[in-house]
């Protein structure tokens, strides 16, 4: 089955960086739309990044300029790149991966911007 394990969280300090893995499985890789969610504590899920198979990205317009979302189809893994954070980026990160209706999703990986 479809398995999304993401890495790569933790601590950083404001104008920082760090990068996010998530590892697939389970799937032609190359098929599948990646994409990389974020949710705050009390609000709802939102999209920071998303990739499709031939390298097309999309950016929620407040990281544009700072994070830059990639992917390794040879090793069926999608990557954040997350330059200059600020506290507002502060969640938990999750990697989803969709193909027509289907939708499967990491488990996530917090995120915490603080000095």
């Known amino acids: 089955q479809v398995q999304l394990v993401e890495s790569g969280g933790g601590l950083v300090q404001p104008g920082g960086s760090l990068r996010l893995s998530c590892a697939a499985s389970?799937?032609?890789?190359?098929?599948?739309?990646m994409g990389w969610y974020r949710q705050a504590p009390g609000k709802q899920r939102e999209l920071v990044a998303s990739?499709?198979?031939?390298?097309?990205?999309n950016y929620a317009d407040s990281v544009k300029g700072r994070f830059t979302i990639s992917r390794d189809n040879a090793k069926s893994t999608v990557y954040l790149q997350v330059n200059s954070p600020k506290p507002d980026d502060t969640a938990d990160y999750y990697c989803?991966?969709?193909?027509?209706?289907?939708?499967?999703w990491g488990q996530g990986t917090q995120v915490t911007v603080s000095s």
């Open positions: 989803s991966a969709s193909l027509g209706s289907m939708t499967y």
């Open positions: 990739i499709t198979g031939g390298g097309v990205t």
């Open positions: 389970g799937m032609t890789f190359r098929l599948y739309i």
